[in-house]
């Protein structure tokens, strides 16, 4: 008995050992499993992180791109990122200039994920309010008026601000989005202009959309204008060099269309530029359909009657001093 007592008893130390072996085992598989788990963890996070930072890089600069030609006499101020661990947003400042007052214009936000995805937040815009009936509703951001054009091609022209422009002191410095019978090349548009000249806008519409346009200014009754904020042109420098800051339009529109984001838009707006690709993009090609101006009601009135000027629409105003 004394030998099967021993045996029992090894027995149970080993099974002991052996319990304390899968115990031990266990702890240290728990342990290994956490350390590659959060090794994993990390690994993804930095992995997405890079992937959504080059993604913002690349938005940012192919954003800034299609900013530059699009909506009327607005500029980037400022993009400011805001990251957090699983997300990133973006929200880019606009002004306008208006004789070299910066008016603040509508931001627009972009969110980011480390999936690889963004999407735009819906940004606040213009907004107006009036009688539904009325031939017009003018549309406001931040107290500011918003622009408006009509394109050459609108057999109907019934609304117009040249009035308004009159009641206006000249302690007050306005922009003036005036809007041509026909298209004009950069050459005499600047020449017409000189000083006051703040953006050209580029006829990119298609003979479908002009019937568009008509078609619905029938069924309303209404004239059927565009907003600025919807338009595509460029801003005016005083390099004669650069046509007037044409050249660099054309060039963004290149480069533009070998970005995947706005790749889409430039062609169909290049297509529309080239009439179909009959004829070369370049500055001297260019039809300008109308223009923003900008200085005291003053300065401005003297351009109101040219017989080139379809229509006058009022934007932003702001204090001279």
Do not use: C
């Not at 990133?88 to 972009?110: C, D, L, Q, R």
């Not at 963004?118 to 815009?125: H, M, N, P, W, Y």
């Not at 959309?209 to 204008?225: L, M, P, Q």
């Not at 009959?278 to 300065?299: C, D, F, R």
């Amino acid at each position: 008995m004394g030998k099967d007592d021993d045996f029992f008893k090894k027995d149970l130390e080993f099974e002991g050992l052996v319990k304390k072996a899968k115990r031990n085992s266990n702890i240290r598989v728990t342990f290994i499993s956490l350390i590659v788990s959060l090794l994993v963890i990390i690994s993804f996070y930095f992995v997405g992180n890079s992937i959504m930072q080059k993604m913002i890089d690349k938005e940012m600069r192919s954003d800034a791109m299609w900013y530059s030609i699009h909506g009327a006499n607005v500029e980037v101020q400022a993009t400011v990122v805001n990251q957090s661990l699983l997300s990133a947003t973006t929200k880019t400042e606009f002004h306008k200039t208006v004789s070299g007052i910066p008016v603040p214009w509508v931001p627009k936000e972009k969110k980011y994920s480390i999936w690889g995805t963004s999407e735009l937040i819906t940004a606040v815009g213009a907004s107006g309010t009036g009688d539904v009936t009325a031939k017009r509703i003018p549309m406001y951001y931040n107290g500011k008026r918003a622009t408006e054009f009509i394109h050459p091609g609108v057999t109907s022209v019934t609304v117009d601000d040249k009035n308004l422009v009159a009641e206006i002191g000249d302690d007050k410095v306005i922009e003036l989005a005036l809007s041509f019978d026909k298209g004009y090349n950069v050459k005499e548009v600047q020449s017409t202009f000189h000083e006051h000249l703040s953006w050209y806008w580029v006829n990119s519409y298609s003979q479908s959309n002009i019937k568009d346009f008509n078609d619905e200014a029938k069924e309303t009754g209404k004239d059927y204008t565009i907003s600025g904020d919807d338009v595509i042109g460029f801003h005016h420098n005083n390099q004669q060099d650069g046509n007037w800051g044409a050249d660099s339009f054309t060039e963004t529109l290149r480069n533009l269309q070998e970005e995947k984001y706005y790749q889409d838009l430039t062609e169909n707006i290049v297509t529309n530029i080239t009439k179909g690709n009959k004829k070369e993009l370049s500055a001297e090609n260019l039809e300008i359909i109308g223009v923003v101006i900008t200085g005291t009601p003053a300065e401005l009135q003297q351009y109101l009657e040219l017989p080139m000027v379809r229509a006058t629409f009022l934007g932003a105003t702001a204090d001279k001093y």
